[in-house]
């Protein structure tokens, strides 16, 4: 595979990167630019002509994609091939939204029967649940869901089913647990009916250990407020790969979702892992977003190079990256239900990206992902934009706003979108310390309180920033702006020449905390010094188990 940083392509990027482009007078000079760097896809208008490209550096660009073969990375993943490596699996989560009929074979078989066959089962549940059909054990209706999953089996539904709220089924209830932490599911459960509850426990593997600490004390606060053991067949259900470790829990295999090894915890909430997403609204709706997806990914299948919408995002977010050397890269929804959108994208992004060897073991030879962090708009104005704006690092972002509001109120949607495009206006143009002057002067200041003033009001400008516009966020639109991401991460990751689909780096930590865990004292007992660790681990046992061993003797 090639390395594209020893290219030509490369090199010549390196040359242009001497050369900043000011994009205050790359404006100026060219009243086609916005035209020029913009395009639409899927009901997705993506403006890229605020980062600082130029038609040169975007043809070297292009350049670039073609001598890291995008096209035949693109090819290799939507023909199946096991491009995570690493793992032995297909990346195939197109095959979950697509609706062409087109066949995708794993291992000579055609996985597209089977996604259509588990979706009809989905379709079915969601019917029945919605109706009454299928009701809790003393015959009350199941209007209250609690997904509990984590990462990939709980970040995706959860951003989903929030972003999606104009489209709720009346009555409906959801709640996501996921933290190991006991809270978390204690204050979810407080005041929930069990009679009314059906836990989905939505796991790929079904022994991450979060979800099956969470599960079990769900599973003994539901018998014990019921006292109904046989009881769980009703309110328990499972979404899940591994269909032995669900019967082993004591969930009816008619009560389980399945998918398959090719799809990506992070790239799930797709397949069955979005049942909670179908619950709190409906069958049709999840289908819209999964129609929504699949428009994106047929564009990007199909698009050339120049017009196609991920890879034009991957190739600025390569250029903000590897040229200008951006470390982080700021997500901005300016839309309330896009609130959890950061935090999805954030591991769609770095646990996929955030890693330094390339596929056949060898260092990576250039950065890859940054780091990705954001808040909806307007919040983090008031916030941590002060360091995007005038801060000693340059850090891109990404602006994402809908045009019409699905719950108008007044005139809070234009003050929203006002305010969305002033700070990328503001972003690029920045203050001159002429204009700063002026400014202050025509405020009637001295000229010492200028002078002093001055220099505070100065904003350098030129921090590249996306804006990605939509008529409405719809489930169509949802779906369309998801899969533009996956596959610009997907085709970042490609040009790197890294596994986007893996995800070693959180392995380390899962199995030190094993090694912890029994060194870890009960309420009220004693345990030996902390011996077997670093010095500090260690220090931090100790004093943790002198809080838990005191604690018997305060009761
Ligand atoms: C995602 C990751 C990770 C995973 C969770 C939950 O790509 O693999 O976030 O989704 O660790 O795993 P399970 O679904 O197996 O419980």
Known sequence: MTDITKTGEWRALEALSAKPVDLRAAFSRDPERAQRFALEAAGIYLDFSKNRINDE???????????GELEAAKKRMFAGEKINATEGRAVLHVALRDFALR????????????????????????????????RGVSGKPLDTVVNIGIGGSDLGPQMATEALRPYWAPGRRAFFVSNVDGQHLADTLEGLDP???????????????????????????????????????????????????????????????????????????????????????????????LKGAHAMDEHFRTAPLEANMPALLALIGVWNR????????????????????????????????????????????????????????????????????????VISSDFIAP????????????????????????????????????????????????DALAPHKVFPGGRPTNSILMEKLTPETLGALLALY???????????????????????????????????AKLGEEKPEASAHDASTNALINRINAARAAQKNDQ
Request: include cysteine.
């Open 57 to 67: 550096i975007l043809a070297a660009l292009l350049a670039l994609a073609k001598a």
């Open 103 to 134: 066949a995708y074979h794993v291992d000579g078989e055609d996985v597209s029967k089977l996604v259509r066959a588990e979706r009809e089962k989905m379709r079915d549940f969601v019917r029945r649940v919605h109706s009454g059909d299928f």
């Open 195 to 289: 009679e009314r509850t059906l836990f989905i426990i939505a796991s790929k593997t079904f022994t991450t250990q979060e979800t099956m600490t969470n599960a079990a004390s769900a599973r003994a606060w539901f018998i014990e407020k019921t006292g109904d053991e046989k009881a769980i067949a009703n309110h328990f259900v499972a979404l899940s790969t591994n269909e032995r470790a669900v019967a082993d829990f004591g969930i009816d295999p008619a009560n389980m979702f399945v998918f398959w090894d090719w799809v990506g915890g992070r790239y799930s909430l797709w397949s069955a892992i979005g049942l909670s997403i179908a619950l709190q609204t409906s069958f049709d709706i999840f289908e819209r977003l």
């Open 322 to 393: 590897n040229f200008e050397n951006i470390s982080a890269h700021a997500v901005l929804p300016y839309d309330q239900h896009l609130a959890r959108l950061p935090a999805y994208l954030q591991q769609a992004d770095m646990e996929s990206n955030g890693k330094s060897r390339r596929m056949d073991g060898a260092p990576v030879s250039c950065a890859t992902g940054p780091v990705i962090f954001g808040e909806p708009g307007t919040n983090g104005q008031h916030a941590f934009y002060q360091l995007i704006h005038q801060g000693t690092d």
């Open 403 to 450: 045009a019409l509001s699905q719950e108008p109120l007044g005139d809070h949607h234009e003050k929203l979108l006002a305010n969305f495009l002033a700070q990328t206006e503001a972003m690029m143009l920045g203050k001159t310390e002429g204009e700063a002057r002026a400014e202050l002067e025509a405020q009637g200041l001295t000229k010492p309180e200028v």
């Open 486 to 520: 996956e596959h610009k991460i997907f085709c970042e990751g490609a040009l790197w020449g890294i596994n986007s689909f893996d995800q070693w780096g959180v392995e380390l930590g899962k199995t030190l905390a094993k090694a912890i865990l029994p060194e870890l």
